[in-house]
């Protein structure tokens, strides 16, 4: 298996709502990260987990919660949401010792 | 964080021609990398070239650096119309990438 997947692909919410972004690899990757990428613009680093631990968080507003429930699973947690922060969330892996990273499909996410 | 530009922003080329962009960073850098995405799916990696090289091939894509300018630039050779899609390029410092702004390049048939 050597893609990243992503679910779910789509995914529309209330501000109070709250739901979670899974992220998905069976390739042995140590390395998991969460991107947002709005409409027109490049990706923008969030999280980054290393074997299982996080050891980037890019000043991200806690209503986004990331986890790593084991080395080939990644979830962002999304809590009071706001319109602004919709956009497409693309979770990436790469291996031990590589810099080359792998992309999922992304989730697109509506606030509204 | 964005780490440079990328240019042109947008590019348009018939089928067959070469497509040439350009990207220029900030700070010094290990690796640099291009990835292309199309249209609002996830990121492919295209290729990496070190600090310490100049030229790159793969494929019909050739990749150079220079460092002493930062700047690298991407040539997609004899393009088709699959090669419509956002280039980036990123640096990477410790692995975190850093990209820049993308260049949208359009393969008309």
């Known amino acids: 298996d050597t893609e990243v997947t992503q679910t779910p692909k789509h995914l529309v919410m209330g501000m109070t709502n709250k739901k979670s972004l899974k992220c998905e690899q069976h390739?042995?990757?140590?390395?998991m990260y969460w991107y947002k990428q709005k409409a027109k613009k490049p990706p923008e680093l969030m999280f980054v987990?290393?074997?299982?631990?996080?050891?980037i968080n890019e000043s991200v507003p806690s209503r986004f919660s990331p986890e790593c429930p084991n080395s080939s699973l990644l979830n962002l947690h999304l809590h009071a949401l706001q319109p602004e922060d919709s956009a497409l969330y693309l979770c990436?892996?790469?291996?031990?010792?590589?810099?080359?990273?792998?992309f999922g499909p992304g989730t697109r996410l509506t606030v509204t | 964080s964005q780490q440079g530009e990328e240019d042109p922003q947008a590019l348009s080329i018939q089928e067959g021609e070469n497509a040439t962009m350009n990207c220029s960073y900030k700070t010094s850098i290990n690796n640099l990398q291009w990835y292309r995405q199309n249209s609002g799916r996830g990121l492919v990696h295209l290729i990496l070239i070190r600090s310490n090289e100049r030229e790159k091939h793969s494929g019909r894509l050739r990749v150079t650096l220079d460092t002493s300018k930062k700047s690298s630039s991407l040539l997609i050779t004899a393009s088709r119309a699959a090669d419509t899609a956002s280039y980036f390029c990123a640096t990477d410092d410790d692995y975190k990438l850093s990209f820049g702004a993308g260049t949208t390049v359009t393969v008309r048939a």
């Open positions: 990436a892996s790469s291996p031990y010792g590589s810099y080359e990273q792998y």
């Open positions: 987990y290393s074997y299982e631990k996080l050891s």
């Open positions: 390739m042995g990757h140590r390395a």
